[in-house]
């Protein structure tokens, strides 16, 4: 709609050009103003249907994460909350039995619940959801940024002299304080590859033991393997190197495997 003065200052210059110039005038002034409208209605329509499309996208990223799975286009590629459904996903594959059921049980516009029960139950917040064209990106648990609970696998990798290399690492610190980690090895060694012990060590030079490793312990030559390693210790961060034990040549050979791990 155009404003009072400029419509009648309008009407001022066409009178003097006679009643012709007066219908021509306010023809074009009325297909300014429908134009106007007809604009601002479908930019009104287009941030609509932007947020409506955003909710869905977000509805549909933590039902994914109550399921653990991963789930195409509802998370920015190479993002922490990409990684975080990776992560979800193959501890689900590893442990069937174990994860537990989850549910969402409330999403308000900027925060989602999710109700895990196994031997408790247990509620986690996520807020601070930060989602773009391409999905979710990042948010909190329970308080705790992502970004700063998730790290994963560097460019800087140390090399193996038996061709055997962690294809990816993801080190995820819960709100327990345990630190886990999925490590997926390649073996590109002409002999098995059998995992003995994991280690980390933060970058103040702590040292910690793993408790728990589970999974692929022998890594056939040309395949991948994934295996689950848990650290019970709680330090401040997740930014550390992780060094994994192994053996190739049937117990013939150490072959050490070390991972850079970082948040991003």
């Known amino acids: 709609m155009m404003p009072l003065k400029t419509l009648v200052a309008l009407f001022a210059v066409v009178g003097l050009a006679g009643c012709a110039d007066i219908n021509a005038g306010s023809s074009e002034g009325e297909d300014v103003a429908s134009a106007?409208?007809?604009?601002?209605?479908?930019?009104?329509?287009?941030?609509s249907e932007e947020v409506i499309g955003q909710g869905e996208t977000v509805d549909r990223y933590f039902k994914a994460a109550a399921a653990f799975e991963e789930v195409d286009g509802v998370a920015k590629p190479g993002s922490d909350a990409a990684a975080y459904l990776a992560y979800l996903a193959e501890s689900k594959r590893l442990f069937p039995f174990q994860v537990g059921e989850a549910q969402v049980v409330n999403s308000a516009e900027d925060s989602v619940t999710i109700?895990?029960?196994?031997?408790?139950?247990?509620?986690?917040?996520?807020?601070?959801?930060?989602?773009?064209?391409?999905?979710?990106?990042?948010?909190?648990?329970?308080?705790?940024?992502?970004?700063?609970?998730?790290?994963?696998q560097s460019a800087d990798v140390n090399e193996n002299p038996h061709d055997v290399q962690p294809s990816e690492a993801i080190m995820y610190r819960s709100t327990s304080g345990s630190r886990n980690v999925?490590?997926?090895?390649?073996?590109?060694s002409s002999s098995d590859w059998e995992i003995s012990s994991a280690m980390f060590v933060t970058e103040d030079g702590v040292q910690d033991e793993?408790?728990?490793?589970?999974?692929?312990?022998?890594?056939?030559?040309?395949a991948t393997g994934t295996v689950y390693i848990a650290f019970d210790d709680d330090p401040d961060s997740v930014d550390g190197t992780l060094v994994v034990e192994g053996w190739v040549n049937g117990f013939l050979n150490e072959s050490e495997v070390t991972v850079q791990l970082s948040t991003q």
Request: charged content about 15%.
């Open 36 to 47: 106007t409208a007809v604009d601002q209605a479908a930019s009104d329509n287009q941030e």
């Open 115 to 152: 109700r895990l029960t196994n031997t408790e139950t247990l509620d986690m917040v996520f807020s601070g959801i930060a989602i773009g064209p391409d999905g979710v990106e990042s948010f909190s648990v329970n308080g705790v940024p992502l970004a700063d609970s998730l790290a994963r």
């Open 182 to 188: 999925i490590l997926q090895i390649t073996n590109n």
């Open 210 to 222: 793993s408790d728990l490793i589970e999974g692929a312990f022998t890594v056939l030559p040309g």
